[in-house]
C-alpha cells in the first residue's frame, strides 16, 4: 500500500521557520520526483517546489523563491521543506505527492499568525 505522511506543520509567528517532512512507503521512491504542493483556505492547489529523483536539481514557485529548500534523504523515503521567513500567506495545508503519479499525503496544516 502506497503511503506519504507529512509531518512538521503546525503554528508560527511570521518570520519564523518550520520544516515538513514527508515519509514515503509502498514504492520505490528514489524513482519519483517529488512535490510539495499546497492548498490556503478558500483557495485552489498550488504547486510550490519539486526535487529530482536524486535531490540534485530543484524548483519553486515564485511565491516560495529564496524561502523554501527542498531536499531528500533516499535511503529514508523521505522529502523535506524547509520553510524559513513565513510570511501570513503561506498559511496552507501542505501536501507532499510523487510527480507524474496519484500518489498523495493526507497534508499537514501550517498556520502562520502573530
Known amino acids: 500500500e502506497v503511503q506519504l505522511v507529512e509531518s512538521g506543520g503546525g503554528l508560527v509567528q511570521p518570520g519564523k521557520s518550520l520544516r515538513l517532512s514527508c515519509a514515503a512507503s509502498?514504492?520505490?521512491?528514489?524513482?519519483?520526483?517529488m512535490t510539495w504542493v499546497r492548498q490556503a483556505p478558500g483557495k485552489g492547489l498550488e504547486w510550490v517546489s519539486v526535487i529530482a529523483r536524486g535531490g540534485d536539481g530543484t524548483k519553486y514557485s515564485d511565491s516560495v523563491k529564496g524561502r523554501f529548500t527542498a531536499s531528500r534523504d533516499n535511503a529514508k523515503n523521505t522529502v523535506y521543506l524547509q520553510m524559513n521567513s513565513l510570511k501570513p500567506e503561506d498559511t496552507a495545508v501542505y501536501y507532499c505527492?510523487?510527480?507524474?503519479?496519484?500518489?498523495w499525503g493526507r497534508g499537514t496544516q501550517v498556520t502562520v499568525s502573530s
Open positions: 509502498g514504492f520505490t521512491f528514489s524513482n519519483y520526483a
Open positions: 505527492k510523487a510527480l507524474d503519479t496519484g500518489y
